[in-house]
């Protein structure tokens, strides 16, 4: 019942309110054919359709795959990809094929968006076509108002930057290569260059992965998001992702501050998968590579490249046979040789892959 009101709804107002990590996005005056493909693509998931019968509504795509950093649990450590960052010409091409549809893009991947020189630009031209963006950073990259101008003036929604702590030593134990005082010095530098220009954009999400070495600074970090003037502050749970034995180490002593939860054993308690990706928000990475999220890391499992020269190159992928036969395999519950069938949605308790948001009004918003 809620889903079919929020549909009249929608369509009465043309207004739709979506919600990425818990933060709210709000969309107004859509166009008619945005506001279909939405509608489609929700009637597409809740069906179990094996062809998508519409474009995404969300998309992830990978600015760069290169990264300054080297956190012990980041897929960048362990995998052996070719270097690179995506070129705007191939970022145009796809927005060109399916920004009409498109509402919200994720744009960030395994490595730094911030190595990517056209990333500014790139944001921008998404901007234009009215899609709302998010963007993620170590925050190594603010380092004189030239930079901050071209972030500011790109549109950019919202930007989560990372900071793991409040003291050198506690952010470098997960953060290995990172140097704190140049992300609080650029953090409280673009807050600054921010006010003095009487911007509302991009609202900054400062994010706190919590692990066993910091989680006790919490109350302090959210203090300190207030006092520089951060819109959010966000704690973000771990995933093991590809070093178990390292998580197992990490992992924070209060439950509350954990992705999952637990049984009596204390084994993670299952549930079912009922993720919306393979129909409303696939992955790009920056070669071109599409894959239904970005739990598979482009090396064991593709579903095609989006970079064809023919203009439909995400097109054909997106509505092709490997696409279908993901779908039907996920609707049925056949997942031997997935990712699907150990990531977090499988468990008990995943909403809280972020699990605790507050705004600077230091009331707790979810």
Same mark, same amino acid.
């Given at each position: ?80 990809? *070719? ?13 060109? *094929? ?13 490595? *730094? ?32 108002? %030239? ?28 953060? %290995? ?125 593709? =579903? ?33 040789? =997935? ?28």
């Amino acid at each position: 019942m809620n889903r079919v009101v929020k549909t009249l709804k929608a369509f009465a107002t043309r207004r739709l309110i979506l919600t990425f990590d818990k933060v709210d996005f709000t969309y107004t005056h859509l166009s008619w054919k945005r506001l279909w493909n939405w509608f489609v693509a929700e009637l597409s998931y809740v069906i179990g359709t094996d062809r998508a019968w519409a474009y995404p509504t969300h998309l992830q795509f990978e600015p760069s795959n290169q990264c300054n950093l080297r956190c012990p649990l980041c897929h960048v450590v362990t995998d052996t990809k *070719e270097r690179g960052v995506l070129k705007l010409d191939d970022f145009k091409k796809i927005i060109d *094929e399916i920004g009409d549809y498109l509402l919200f893009l994720h744009f960030w991947g395994w490595g *730094e968006p911030f190595l990517n020189n056209e990333f500014f630009s790139m944001v921008k031209y998404a901007r234009k076509k009215g899609i709302q963006i998010i963007s993620s950073t170590n925050g190594h990259f603010f380092r004189n108002e %030239e930079d901050i101008d071209r972030l500011i003036d790109s549109g950019l929604d919202v930007l989560i930057v990372a900071l793991d702590g409040l003291d050198r030593e506690t952010y470098e134990q997960y953060r %290995e290569l990172g140097d704190f005082d140049t992300v609080v010095d650029g953090l409280r530098m673009l807050l600054e260059r921010r006010r003095q220009r009487g911007a509302s954009l991009p609202r900054v999400n400062l994010r706190m992965l919590v692990t066993r070495e910091n989680e006790e600074q919490v109350p302090q970090m959210r203090e300190f998001a207030e006092e520089i003037g951060a819109d959010m502050f966000t704690l973000k749970t771990l995933c093991s992702f590809d070093n178990q034995s390292k998580w197992e180490t990490l992992v924070p002593s209060e439950p509350e501050y954990r992705r999952f939860e637990y049984d009596s054993s204390g084994e993670p308690i299952r549930v079912k998968n009922t993720c919306k990706k393979p129909w409303n928000h696939p992955v790009i990475y920056r070669d071109g590579t599409v894959v239904p999220c970005d739990y598979y890391t482009g090396q064991e499992f593709s =579903l095609g490249n989006a970079f064809s020269n023919d203009g439909e190159g995400f097109k054909r992928v997106w509505f092709g046979k490997d696409f279908r036969k993901l779908r039907r395999r996920f609707r049925k519950g056949h997942r031997s040789g =997935l990712r699907c069938k150990e990531c977090s949605l499988n468990y008990a308790g995943v909403d809280r892959c972020v699990s605790h948001v507050f705004v600077s009004s230091k009331e707790e918003y979810m």
